[in-house]
């Protein structure tokens, strides 16, 4: 049984990351934080919602693609939901208003 802290693990979750950033590959969070400029839809979403899971729903539920890399220690799989961050730049601000305008309408 392998723990998180074996040599084997923290090697692969080393490869992973060094893949993510020569790849560009972020989850939604490091994204928002490491984007300096938002657009207004990202700013008005951040203002309704306080927290990106909302987001990540509505990403899924437009059938964004997602990069996901699976590892773990066999009691349980840690599953990291991440996206090409060229791809979240173009689809994030349109689901954060179409987050924003359900949340409208259901105010109504």
Not at 36 to 59: C, F, R, S, V, W
Not at 91 to 100: E, F, N
Request: hydrophobic share 35%; charged share 30%.
């Amino acid at each position: 049984m392998l723990s998180r802290k074996s040599p084997e693990v923290v090697a692969y979750i080393q490869m992973v990351e060094k893949a993510k950033r020569d790849a560009e590959v972020v989850t939604l969070r490091e994204w928002y934080d490491s984007t300096t400029n938002h657009q207004q839809e990202i700013i008005d979403y951040m203002e309704a919602y306080k927290q990106l899971g909302p987001l990540g729903k509505e990403l899924h539920k437009r059938g964004v693609k997602r990069v996901t890399e699976r590892f773990g220690d066999n009691v349980r799989t840690l599953v990291e939901a991440t996206y090409q961050r060229e791809l979240l730049d173009v689809v994030a601000p349109l689901c954060a208003y179409s987050c924003v305008e359900n949340k409208k309408s259901i105010k109504r």
